[in-house]
């Protein structure tokens, strides 16, 4: 606006053709944002970008994303802006006695209301993670299922529960399955759900968020229901000693004996795999 004004142009008119109030920028005239103020806002965004990511890092390993990410800061400059924030690990000081972490924001709104029913493929997906452990740490599962078939149309499997988790699972569905313009997908409200890469995600496939409430497990229960039969015939079967035998483990369960072999009642006793196979056929040899 001030190269504008310079070149002879009214900033009556800029801000009438911006539609912004003139005052905002008289004031900030009189008292223009210092170079200090910009680097620590520089600082805080790339800050809030690895907290997002991985809510589990505390302040030191938030300043080495951000360090990483090309905005150099000390570790306690990286706290200071981390304590003024609120953005504290979820194994840290937010904890308080007889209370839970309090979830955030939702992303988007309850477009589902626990009807969990779509009349055809690619309608409206679920997605949920999980964790387990093995003898060298945490392993996480991202996995998304179409609610029609109760296939797991993508799925992925990390050392990390960041945002890319879900962003991978989702792209990895969207490339199995075609064209998904409008379909919905259904998630609680975990942090890698509501980040900006997995928002980036859904708007670039042309599809629809929709969250659960905060707490109300039914809310997502078809992958609840999933992950129980996961927990009791993979995770639970045995101890493992590395992520690689649990992460083939996984996949093998899912793509052998779950969408091929397991039969299930809401699809007339009709394995995933089998029921696609007769459900699409007809509609193909009518088109």
Same mark, same amino acid.
């Given at each position: ?55 589990? &890092? =505390?302040? !030191? ?5 951000? +360090?990483? %990410? $090309?905005? /150099?800061?000390? *570790?306690?400059?990286?706290? #200071? ?9 979820? &194994? =840290?000081? !937010? ?5 839970? +972490?309090? %979830? $955030?924001? /939702?992303?988007? *709104?309850?477009?589902?209301? #626990? ?173």
């Amino acid at each position: 606006m001030s190269e504008l004004a310079a070149g002879g142009i009214p900033v009556a008119v800029t801000c009438r053709v911006l539609k912004i109030a003139r005052q905002p920028y008289y004031r900030w005239l009189a008292r223009p944002v210092t170079h200090a103020e910009l680097t620590e806002a520089y600082r805080a965004h790339a800050l809030f970008d690895a907290h997002t990511d991985d809510p589990e &890092f =505390g302040h !030191r390993l938030l300043a080495d994303e951000a +360090r990483a %990410a $090309g905005q /150099p800061m000390a *570790d306690r400059t990286a706290w #200071r802006i981390c304590a003024d924030n609120g953005w504290w690990s979820v &194994f =840290g000081k !937010r904890k308080r006695r007889g209370k839970g +972490r309090t %979830a $955030g924001p /939702p992303a988007h *709104d309850d477009l589902v209301r #626990r009807n969990f029913t779509a009349n055809g493929p690619n309608r409206l997906w679920l997605a949920d993670i999980t964790e387990h452990r093995t003898g060298e740490g945490k392993l996480y599962l991202c996995a998304i299922q179409d609610i029609w078939s109760k296939r797991i149309v993508g799925y992925s499997i990390s050392d990390r529960m960041k945002s890319r988790l879900a962003v991978t699972a989702l792209d990895n569905a969207v490339t199995r399955r075609g064209e998904v313009a409008g379909c919905i997908l259904h998630t609680d409200r975990g942090s890698q759900f509501r980040s900006r890469k997995h928002l980036r995600a859904l708007h670039r496939h042309a599809m629809t968020g929709s969250m659960g409430r905060v707490g109300a497990a039914g809310d997502n229960a078809a992958m609840e229901s999933f992950f129980s039969l996961l927990q009791k015939n993979v995770l639970d079967r045995r101890s493992w000693a590395t992520r690689e035998q649990l992460r083939i483990a996984i996949v093998t369960w899912i793509e052998r004996t779950y969408h091929r072999r397991r039969r299930q009642d809401k699809l007339g006793r009709l394995t995933p795999v089998e029921f696609e196979t007769i459900m699409t056929t007809p509609a193909r040899q009518a088109a």
